[in-house]
């Protein structure tokens, strides 16, 4: 059974920082690119970044572009998000998510999702 366990939320200041991990078991996770999304109250789940199976290579939204950084420990099946000058608008439950074979730009091919972890940022 795939899971997938977002951990590392909460409250913050504006212009702070959090880093966010998402914990994969039940998969080869090396055989997945992996992706964060992200859901603000009363808003559409949007695309915040992806990483490639290796690590080698990494997309951004360009709202997040320059503040977050994507990355992965294949050794320890995690992902991770560091998220750094988070503004109010960043505030969003925010999902990890895998994808097998597909576009990691693309929410409609992955295959599992997480349950998401708050990000909160305060004004």
């Known amino acids: 059974q795939v899971q997938l366990v977002e951990s590392g939320g909460g409250l913050v200041q504006a212009g702070g920082s959090l880093r966010l991990s998402c914990a994969a078991s039940?998969?080869?996770?090396?055989?997945?690119?992996m992706g964060w999304f992200r859901q603000a109250p009363g808003k559409e789940r949007d695309f915040v970044s992806c990483i490639n199976w290796n690590g080698e290579a990494t997309y951004y939204a360009e709202a997040v572009k320059g503040r977050f950084t994507a990355s992965r420990d294949n050794a320890k099946n995690t992902l991770y998000l560091q998220m750094n000058s988070l503004k109010p608008e960043d505030t969003a439950m925010y999902y990890c998510?895998?994808?097998?074979?597909?576009?990691?730009?693309?929410?409609?091919?992955?295959?599992?999702w997480g349950q998401g972890t708050q990000v909160t940022v305060s004004s």
């Open positions: 039940g998969l080869t996770f090396d055989d997945y690119a």
């Open positions: 998510a895998a994808v097998y074979g597909g576009s990691c730009l693309l929410e409609t091919t992955y295959n599992y």
